[in-house]
C-alpha cells in the first residue's frame, strides 16, 4: 500500500513507464512491487520480502557481474544534507522536535485517517503548511556529532512531513473508496477513473506533484470485495 515504486526485480522506478534508475533496489516493506493492491493482506509483507527480496537480490548480482560501475555523481551532491544537519546543530531557542511530532499525529489521525473527507483532507492540508513553517524554527539540545538521537529525529520529523504530505495530497487527489482508502464523500470504487497507482514526487515549498501509473493486470480481475 504504497512505498519505493519498484519493478519485478526491485529495481527503482522513476515514472510510470517503469524505467529504472541503475543501481538502486528496494524490497520489503519499503517497497511497492504492487503486491498488496489498495488494501494490505495478512502476510503479505512476508511475499514482498521472500519473492520479491530474492529476485532484488539476484537481479543485484547479475547487475554487479555485468561489469557495473559506480555512476559519477555531482560535486555538491551532499551539500543539501550537511547544511540541513548544521543548520540543526547551530539553531538555538526554537520549538521542540517532539511537540511537533505529536501535534503531526493527532492531526494526522483526525483529519486523514481512516474517514475522509475533502473537507478534512483540505484542513490537514493548512495545518501541514503551518507545521513546516514550525519546523523552519525548531531546534535541539545535543549539540554533538556521536551518536546524536536529537538530531535523528529532528531529521525523521522533516520525512515524516514529507511522508504525512504524501499521504493527504494522495487521498485527497483520488475521489473514490478503494481498499483502505475511504472517502465518505466518495463511498464507491470507481474503476473507471481510478484503476491506476499514483505517484508523487516532492517539490520543494509547492504541492507534490501527481502522476499516475497504470496498474498492470494478469491473471485475476479486480473484483469488489465482499466480506
Not at 41 to 67: P, Q, W, Y
Not at 90 to 104: C, K, P
Not at 143 to 159: C, H, P, V, Y
Request: with cysteine; aromatic share 8%; proline share 4%.
Amino acid at each position: 500500500m504504497g512505498g519505493i515504486p519498484t519493478d519485478n526485480d526491485g529495481r527503482v522506478v522513476i515514472d510510470e513507464n517503469n524505467t529504472p534508475i541503475p543501481g538502486f533496489y528496494a524490497a520489503g516493506e519499503a517497497a511497492c512491487v504492487s503486491v498488496h493492491g489498495a488494501n494490505r493482506l495478512g502476510t503479505n509483507s512476508l511475499l514482498d520480502l521472500i519473492v520479491f527480496g530474492r529476485r532484488a537480490g539476484k537481479a543485484i548480482m547479475e547487475f554487479l557481474n555485468s561489469g557495473a560501475e559506480f555512476i559519477p555523481l555531482p560535486k555538491d551532491a551532499a551539500e543539501w544534507t550537511e547544511s540541513q544537519i548544521q543548520w540543526l546543530l547551530s539553531s538555538q531557542n526554537g520549538e521542540r522536535v517532539a511537540h511537533i511530532r505529536s501535534d503531526l499525529q493527532k492531526a494526522m489521525m483526525e483529519y486523514a485517517g481512516v474517514f475522509r473527507t475533502e473537507e478534512s483532507l483540505q484542513k490537514m492540508v493548512s495545518i501541514l503548511a503551518e507545521l513546516r513553517e514550525r519546523y523552519s524554527k525548531v531546534s535541539i539540545d545535543d549539540k554533538g556529532k556521536q551518536f546524536n538521537t536529537d538530531l535523528i529525529e529532528a531529521l525523521e520529523l522533516r520525512n515524516l512531513l514529507d511522508t504525512a504530505e504524501a499521504v493527504v495530497y494522495g487521498a485527497l487527489n483520488r475521489t473514490e473508496s478503494r481498499g483502505a482508502h475511504y472517502r465518505e464523500d466518495y463511498p464507491k470504487r470507481d474503476d473507471d477513473n481510478w484503476l491506476k497507482h499514483t505517484l508523487l514526487y516532492y517539490r520543494e515549498n509547492q504541492a507534490p506533484e501527481i502522476k499516475y501509473k497504470p496498474v498492470r493486470i494478469t491473471k485475476y480481475q479486480p473484483m469488489e470485495r465482499k466480506y
